[in-house]
């Protein structure tokens, strides 16, 4: 997460929060400097059940809301820094408006602000990758096909 000229007041250290697939995940904690370096792997696995047409999925994904938090550990529970929300479907197949970076193709998108943040709009650099399998669901038991 880049921020040029920024400097956060409060020296607590921050974190990064995603909920996506009605599942959350939070990387490590890192110090308050920017630029803020997450090395980190988020794994989300979800099974839609009654799923045949991949236009289902599809629809289904674009109900879904990723939503993505940057989070500083000031108590009692963390300040809000910046948020970032959009519909499932374009958070994980967007447009082709793809970075080529030293690990592969990267995506750039600018959070928005929280009034506790002054300064800038972080700018998030990240890449995913998303894995579609088909299944069959016997006696309560996934088998991959």
């Avoid at 007041?9 to 995603?18: C, G, I, N, R």
């Avoid at 236009?55 to 500083?72: R, Y």
């Avoid at 943040?117 to 998030?124: D, S, V």
Wanted: charged share 25%; glycine share 6%.
């Amino acid at each position: 997460i880049t921020c040029p000229g920024v400097l956060l007041k409060d020296k607590q250290e921050l974190y990064l929060s995603v909920f996506l697939l009605g599942q959350y995940r939070k990387t490590q904690c890192v110090p308050a400097v920017f630029p803020l370096s997450f090395q980190e792997k988020l794994i989300f696995e979800k099974a839609f059940a009654n799923i045949v047409d991949p236009g289902d999925l599809v629809k289904l994904l674009e109900f879904d809301t990723a939503v993505l938090e940057l989070i500083q550990l000031i108590p009692p529970v963390g300040k809000v820094l910046a948020t970032y929300e959009e519909n499932t479907r374009d958070f994980l197949f967007p447009d082709p408006k793809l970075i080529h970076g030293h690990r592969g193709l990267e995506r750039e998108i600018l959070m928005k602000r929280s009034p506790f943040f002054t300064g800038i709009a972080p700018k998030l650099r990240f890449s995913t990758i998303s894995l579609i399998s088909d299944s069959l669901l016997s006696s309560g038991r996934s088998h991959t096909q």
